[in-house]
């Protein structure tokens, strides 16, 4: 919440899901605005018109895979209206009892040819 503090988002928009559901639980718990959607798509539409009518920053939260992906159109259109938003995308940690991990995509090379920067951030500690 340190970082969501920091950057000076007060409001969020997502869908909770299955790698989320600890996140969401310590929004619960904070004073910061959450507005649950029912499409992630929505989300993203929501923090671009977020941002132009007041011209501060929020965050979308997403599961990774199809949450992510249901992202893309909106992320797109943000950046064709010089929006901006942070989008927090929480995936599985792996696991070196698959070959693969649940919902498994390339998440930095979809989403960059869309926005500023891409993070990834495997600790907690690395977002203070």
């Known amino acids: 919440m340190a970082l969501l503090r ?9 869908m909770p899901g299955t790698q ?3 996140l969401y639980e310590e929004l619960r718990k904070s004073d910061l605005h959450v507005v649950l959607v029912t499409h992630e798509a929505a989300a993203t539409f929501m923090a671009n018109g977020y941002f132009r009518s ?12 199809p949450g992510f992906t249901n992202t893309l159109t ?3 259109e943000a950046r064709h209206d010089s929006a901006a ?17 649940l919902q498994e995509i390339n998440i930095p ?6 926005v500023k920067q891409v993070f990834s951030v495997t600790e907690a500690h690395e977002f203070k």
């Open 85 to 101: 938003f942070l989008q927090i995308v929480v995936t599985s940690p792996p696991s070196g009892e698959r070959a693969f991990n």
């Open 54 to 65: 007041s011209g501060r920053l929020s965050a979308v939260i997403t599961i990774g895979g």
């Open 6 to 14: 920091h950057l000076r988002i007060d409001t969020i928009f997502g």
């Open 74 to 76: 909106g992320m797109a």
């Open 20 to 22: 989320t559901v600890p």
């Open 109 to 114: 090379a979809i989403a960059s040819p869309l």
